[in-house]
C-alpha cells in the first residue's frame, strides 16, 4: 500500500496521476527547521522527518511512505505559509516583480529502502500593484499556501514565467517522483 504523509488536497490529486490506490496518514511533526539546515534543503529536511514519522511506525513497515514539503526561498530567506494578512501582503509585496525558488523536498520509504530528493523551480512575478495585492488577499488564496500564493489557482495570474516543474511549484514534482518510486519499488 502506498501511503501520502500529506493532508493536502493539491498533494493528494496530483499523485492520482502516479499511483490510483493510495491512503492518507498525515506526519505529526514539529516542522521547526534547525538553523544550521540552508534554505534549499529545508524542503527535503521536513519531508524526510514526515516520512519518517510515518515509516517507523510499525503497522507501515511493508508500506511505500511517501513524505513531502514545500518551500518558497526568496534571497535565501524561507517564506512558508502567511500567519495573516499582514503577512501574506507583506510577502507577496517581497515577491512582486522577482525571481525565487519553490523547492519541494521529497522523501520516499518502501520497505527498508529510503530515498529523497528535491526539485526546485524558478518563479518570475510580475511587478504587483498594491490593488492588486489587495484583491488577490480577498480571494482568501495565498492564507493556506507558502509564499502566499497558489500557481495552481487564481495566483496564476502573477506569474510572469516559471524554469522547471510547474507540478512542483504545486506541490509535488509529478514526473520526477514516479521515476524515483520506480526506482525504489523494484
Do not use: W
Amino acid at each position: 500500500m502506498v501511503i501520502l504523509a500529506s493532508a493536502s488536497p493539491r498533494r493528494q490529486e496530483l499523485l492520482k496521476l502516479v499511483v490510483q490506490d493510495f491512503s492518507i496518514c498525515p506526519a505529526d511533526i514539529d516542522e521547526t527547521i534547525p538553523e544550521d539546515i540552508a534554505a534549499e534543503n529545508a524542503a527535503e529536511y521536513l519531508a524526510v522527518k514526515k516520512t519518517s514519522a510515518v515509516a517507523d511506525d510499525p503497522q507501515h513497515m511493508y508500506d511505500t511512505v511517501i513524505g513531502c514539503d514545500t518551500v518558497v526561498v526568496l534571497d535565501g530567506e524561507i517564506m512558508g505559509k502567511p500567519r495573516d494578512i499582514n503577512h501574506a501582503r507583506e510577502m507577496l509585496t517581497k515577491l512582486s516583480g522577482r525571481v525565487h525558488k519553490v523547492i519541494t523536498g521529497v522523501c520516499i520509504c518502501s520497505r527498508g529502502k529510503r530515498t529523497s530528493f528535491s526539485e526546485a523551480t524558478e518563479v518570475e512575478f510580475y511587478p504587483l500593484s498594491p490593488k492588486e495585492i489587495e484583491d488577490y488577499i480577498r480571494t482568501g488564496d495565498p492564507m493556506d499556501k507558502a509564499g502566499a500564493y497558489g500557481i495552481q489557482s487564481q495566483g496564476c495570474m502573477l506569474v510572469k514565467g516559471i524554469i522547471g516543474d510547474f507540478f512542483n511549484v504545486v506541490g509535488l514534482p509529478v514526473a520526477r517522483l514516479k521515476r524515483e518510486l520506480d526506482k525504489i519499488v523494484l
